[in-house]
């Protein structure tokens, strides 16, 4: 069974920095995309930034710039480092990787909820003005 958990979240002023961890337990997952997405209230989920095996990142418009990823391979851990923080980026944010199944089949590393089988329970963002 994989586990996903996330970590590092909280509340700060717009300008400040956060730095997010996600552990996985368990070893019957995917490494070759490994991602962050966010929900914001009433707002549907949207990709944040992934990264594959090879370490080739990808990041929303909204984000470049402010936003990193990176990962551990040794620690089986993900983060992401979030630089000047805008009150828009807050939400709640959750890692996300594929199954054994559908990593070996996706045709790249996408923000595309249904190409990750399993998904943390989320840590919350909140950014004041």
């Known amino acids: 069974q994989v586990q996903l958990a996330e970590s590092g979240g909280g509340s700060v002023q717009a300008g400040g920095s956060l730095k997010l961890s996600c552990t996985a337990s368990g070893s019957r997952y995917s490494s070759y995309c490994m991602a962050w997405f966010r929900q914001a209230p009433g707002k549907e989920r949207e990709g944040v930034a992934n990264?594959?095996?090879?370490?080739?990142?990808k990041y929303a418009d909204s984000v470049k710039g402010r936003f990193t990823i990176s990962k551990d391979t040794a620690k089986t851990a993900l983060y992401l480092q979030m630089n000047s923080l805008k009150p828009e980026d807050t939400a709640m944010y959750y890692c996300?990787?594929?199954?054994?199944?559908?990593?070996?089949?996706?045709?790249?590393?996408?923000?595309?909820?249904?190409?990750?089988?399993?998904w943390g329970q989320g840590t919350q963002v909140t950014v004041s003005a």
């Open positions: 996300a990787v594929p199954t054994l199944d559908t990593g070996a089949w996706l045709p790249g590393c996408r923000f595309t909820e249904s190409d990750f089988g399993y």
């Open positions: 990264i594959e095996s090879d370490g080739v990142t």
